[in-house]
């Protein structure tokens, strides 16, 4: 009869579906019953975990580390802050203005370098239209 309760009630706390003085009476079984099912060995282990575990402390550290403010650490703070806004206004200089065939120049460069680009994109579009070719016919060869 106990038994078939204790299996009940462990079948119940696997689908977590009991109360904590369920879950506490499985555990004191456990524990104490020396014979249980070889099936149920497992549980033992298990259940006897959580008692273990409740007992498990961790040693807790009582000495707190303080950083200690000293004056040597706000001079090399200042020193930074300093330092940065310098940078800063260093690299934002004026742009520089060029005289008008300078720009030109690049301007024909940049044109001459696209019309390369143009005529390479333009070779694989050629490609691509001898494929289209190619399944038009074999579409018609097929229709037929």
Known sequence: ?????????????????????????????????QIIPENWESYRMFFGYFDHAKTVQFPVSTKRKFIIFKPWMAAAALIAVVFSIQLNTLSEQKPIIKNNTEVELAFQQFKTNMKMVSNQLNKGTEKVTYLN????????ILNK
């Open 1 to 33: 009869m106990e038994s078939k309760k204790n299996k009940a009630l462990l079948e119940k706390y696997l689908d977590g579906k009991t109360s904590l003085s369920e879950e506490k009476y499985l555990s004191n079984y456990f524990k104490s019953t």
């Open 133 to 140: 070719y190619w399944n038009l016919t074999s579409q018609k």
